[in-house]
T-cell receptor, first 115, second 113 residues
Framework: AQSVAQPEDQVNVAEGNPLTVKCTYS??????LFWYVQYPNRGLQFLLK??????LVKGSYGFEAEFNKSQTSFHLKKPSALVSDSALYFC?????????????FGTGTRLQVTL | ETGVTQSPTHLIKTRGQQVTLRCSSQ?????VSWYQQALGQGPQFIFQ???????GRGNFPPRFSGLQFPNYSSELNVNALELDDSALYLC????????????FGQGTRLTVV
């Protein structure tokens, strides 16, 4: 069974500082990895994905993520945080894209960016 | 905006009642999935529909059922509502091919009292 762990319930960072939101995964095959962001009373917005290829993936709003197969991690990063980045971030994995594809989500990490 | 729309946005039902939630997929997408997001939790996969047939289900009882229509819109039906069914229900549309991402609607907030 596939699973995702987000070890931090909340990450606090000052505006302008770099941010990292951690994610580790467990799958039986090759992982398809995703990051989504959720603002209050909204659905999920897609940020970026790793399918194959370069381990550093660039996404929307200046976010990027680094895939590390040996550590089974897919941490979300941004060089300079903005107050508007404050939201709930979810890491998700899909391990069998040829069949009934379903996303398994982590429990989410709340990012709080302060001035 | 993702192009995935859900209705209604909010709903209050009484325990034991039945509810139908609706989703319009993004244009061109042929696969729709439904997720339940309880308060403070990540979304949990309920089921997926492709070509009007269910082709994957998560750990949810049969009283959760769905439909997908020829225009790829979808319904989620929940019978015999329980208090624990109170959650945000999210619809996601995508292409069936595995490398694409899913696009989510804004969700329907269901409260069971």
């Amino acid at each position: 069974a596939q699973s995702v762990a987000q070890p931090e319930d909340q990450v606090n960072v000052a505006e302008g500082n770099p941010l990292t939101v951690k994610c580790t995964y467990s799958v039986s095959g090759n992982p398809y990895l995703f990051w989504y962001v959720q603002y209050p009373n909204r659905g999920l917005q897609f940020l970026l994905k790793y399918i194959t290829g370069d381990n550093l993936v660039k996404g929307s709003y200046g976010f990027e993520a680094e895939f590390n197969k040996s550590q089974t991690s897919f941490h979300l990063k941004k060089p300079s945080a903005l107050v508007s980045d404050s939201a709930l971030y979810f890491c998700a994995v899909r391990d069998n894209p040829g069949t009934a594809s379903k996303l398994t989500f982590g429990t989410g990490t709340r990012l709080q960016v302060t001035l | 905006e993702t192009g995935v729309t859900q209705s209604p946005t909010h709903l209050i039902k009484t325990r034991g009642q039945q509810v139908t939630l609706r989703c319009s997929s993004q244009s061109g997408h042929n696969t729709v999935s439904w997720y339940q997001q309880a308060l403070g939790q990540g979304p949990q996969f309920i089921f997926q529909y492709y070509r009007e047939e269910e082709n994957g289900r998560g750990n949810f009882p049969p009283r959760f059922s769905g439909l997908q229509f020829p225009n790829y819109s979808s319904e989620l039906n929940v019978n015999a509502l329980e208090l624990d069914d109170s959650a945000l229900y999210l619809c996601a549309s995508s292409f069936y091919t595995g490398s694409t991402e899913a696009f989510f609607g804004q969700g329907t907030r269901l409260t069971v009292v």
